[in-house]
C-alpha cells in the first residue's frame, strides 16, 4: 500500500517531550523538528469508561489509542491496540483509518524489542534495545541499522530539554519517506507510551 507521506514523516529527526497533566488520565506528548519547532503532537484518547477501568483493571490490559496530529490538531497516523492478556499486536492507521502496519511486542529481561510489519504482515523493521538505558536501535527488515531512540539529545536542543522524561527519535536521511517511514517513525516515537501502557 501506497499513501502520500505528510510533511511531518519527512523530518529524520523527532525530539519528545511529555507534557505534564496532573489532573488527566490522558498522556500527552509535544514534538520537536531538530531546529527546535515543535512540529505536533501525541496524545492518548479514552473514553470515560475506559479511564474508569483503569481504576479497577491492570491497564497492561486494557486497549489503548495514541493519535499523532499535527500543529493543527490533524490526525496523521494512529497507534491501537485492543484488549490484551498477553503480547499484543498493536495497529498503525493512516490518516485515513487504513490499517498500514502492525507491531508485534516481545519481551525479554529489561530489553524489549517491536517487529513492525505492513499490513500484508511481510517485516519491515525491527526496534530492540535497553528500556533502563533508553537506548534502542531501529533496524530494517535486512537487519541493517536506520535510526535510533536515545535520551542522549545533541545540536541545539541539548541544552533545552534536560529532564529525563525526554527522548530523541533519530531516522538516517536516506531511509525512504513511504508508507514504511510512516510506519516506523508513528512506533518509534509513541514507544514511551506504548512501554507504559503494556506495563
Do not use: C
Not at 30 to 37: C, D, L, S
Amino acid at each position: 500500500m501506497t499513501t502520500q507521506i505528510p510533511l511531518f514523516f519527512e523530518t529524520n529527526d523527532y525530539f519528545i517531550d511529555q507534557k505534564v497533566n496532573l489532573l488527566k488520565f490522558e498522556a500527552e506528548y509535544k514534538v520537536f523538528n531538530q531546529e527546535g519547532t515543535q512540529i505536533g503532537f501525541i496524545k492518548q484518547r479514552l473514553s470515560i469508561g475506559f479511564k474508569l477501568l483503569r481504576l479497577l483493571l491492570n491497564k497492561a490490559m486494557l486497549p489503548f489509542l495514541l493519535e499523532i496530529t499535527d500543529m493543527e490538531g490533524n490526525v496523521l497516523a494512529s497507534i491501537k491496540r485492543g484488549w490484551t492478556f498477553w503480547m499484543s499486536e498493536i495497529q498503525v492507521l493512516s490518516s485515513k483509518k487504513e490499517l498500514i502496519g502492525k507491531i508485534k511486542q516481545k519481551w525479554t529481561f529489561l530489553k524489549p524489542t517491536f517487529h513492525i510489519n505492513d499490513d500484508a504482515g511481510s517485516k519491515l523493521g525491527e526496534i530492540k534495545g535497553d528500556w533502563k538505558g533508553w537506548n534502542f536501535e531501529i533496524t530494517d527488515a535486512s537487519g541493517s541499522p536506520i535510526g535510533s531512540i536515545s535520551k542522549k539529545w545533541a545540536g541545539a536542543l541539548k541544552e533545552t530539554f534536560t529532564s529525563a522524561d525526554k527522548y530523541n527519535v533519530s531516522i538516517n536521511a536516506e531511509y525512504a519517506e513511504n508508507t514504511n517511514k510512516i510506519v516506523i517513525v508513528s512506533t518509534a516515537i509513541t514507544i514511551d507510551m506504548v512501554l507504559k501502557e503494556s506495563k
